[in-house]
Nanobody
Framework: VQLQASGGGLVQPGGSLRLSCAASGRFSSITDMGWYRQAPGKQRELVAATAGGGSPNYADSVKGRFTISRDNAKNTVSLQMNSLKPEDTAVYYC??????????????????WGQGTLVTVSS
């Protein structure tokens, strides 16, 4: 399974960016999809996540500013980021929990990660 992320870049404080991520490859389905970020010198942290049909989950620091959306038919997940702040600067990674079946027909759920896309918020 491959996840291809796009949409990062340089934006001024208060601006907006939209990140997109598409999953491809052989799998049965995807359960959770989401976005994490890692700022320099910090641990990777959850930004937003969405399960197949549940309510999205957001980090407190982005609530009201970021919106995650998902297209199950296209196996894509997007992150609309508004009112960006310098502290949002980080490499953003998309992830997907992918369902496959092994040789014996047992369900296997594994997490795949995109390559990361850099978001820089600076004037």
């Amino acid at each position: 399974v491959q996840l291809q992320a796009s949409g990062g870049g340089l934006v001024q404080p208060g601006g907006s960016l939209r990140l997109s991520c598409a999953a491809s490859g052989r799998f049965s389905s995807i359960t959770d999809m989401g976005w994490y970020r890692q700022a320099p010198g910090k641990q990777r942290e959850l930004v937003a996540a969405t399960a197949g049909g549940g309510s999205p989950n957001y980090a407190d620091s982005v609530k009201g500013r970021f919106t995650i959306s998902r297209d199950n038919a296209k196996n894509t997940v997007s992150l609309q980021m508004n009112s960006l702040k310098p502290e949002d600067t980080a490499v953003y990674y998309c992830n997907a929990d992918v369902v496959t079946y092994d040789y014996f027909g047992t369900v296997v759920v594994s997490r795949s990660w995109g390559q990361g896309t850099l978001v820089t918020v600076s004037s």
